[in-house]
């Protein structure tokens, strides 16, 4: 196995953050990692989906949603070649407006070290890009909900 860990804080409110995160469908509007995506049914266990990831291949990727602690993480199983990876998202609150973010990347089975040797470098680069991508997107959202009112 081969696993990275990346965290952050970041400025925005953390339902904001949930809402935009567990809106799969509209992540190749804001994350850079994804080139296109897809997603059936509701954001749960069991619900699945694909993305072309900018970082790995280019080709679509699918992913399986293994487990939701609404409002506060989720985690991602993806086949590989005679393995999976797993991407362990958290969220949670920090101070007033600020949330923490953190991902671990896992990879199991044989292809890990052709992973790490190619992918592995420029996906853990990419996931602080993601957490920026991110928190403009959430506050985005904050605002453009806050006008509506």
């Known amino acids: 196995m081969y696993a990275f860990e990346e965290s952050d804080k ?3 409110e953390l339902d904001a953050v949930w809402q935009t995160v567990s809106d799969v469908p509209s992540w190749a509007t804001w994350d850079p990692h994804v080139l296109q995506c897809g997603f ?3 954001f749960e266990p069991g619900s699945g989906g694909w993305t072309i990831s900018r970082v790995v ?3 679509r990727g699918y992913f399986k949603v293994l487990q939701v602690e609404e409002g ?3 985690t991602t199983e993806s086949p590989m070649p005679g393995g999976k990876m797993l991407i362990i998202n958290n969220y949670r609150p ?3 407006g600020r949330v923490a973010v ?3 990347v896992e990879v199991h089975g044989p292809f890990t070290p052709v992973f790490r040797l190619f992918w592995a470098k420029a996906f853990q680069g990419d996931t602080r890009i993601t957490f920026k991508a991110l928190e403009q997107e959430a ?3 904050t605002a453009e909900a806050g006008s509506a009112r």
């Open 139 to 141: 506050r985005r959202r």
């Open 94 to 96: 920090d101070e007033p």
């Open 57 to 59: 291949s280019r080709q």
């Open 40 to 42: 059936e049914g509701p």
């Open 102 to 104: 953190s991902r671990r």
């Open 72 to 74: 506060r993480s989720y």
């Open 10 to 12: 970041i400025d925005a």
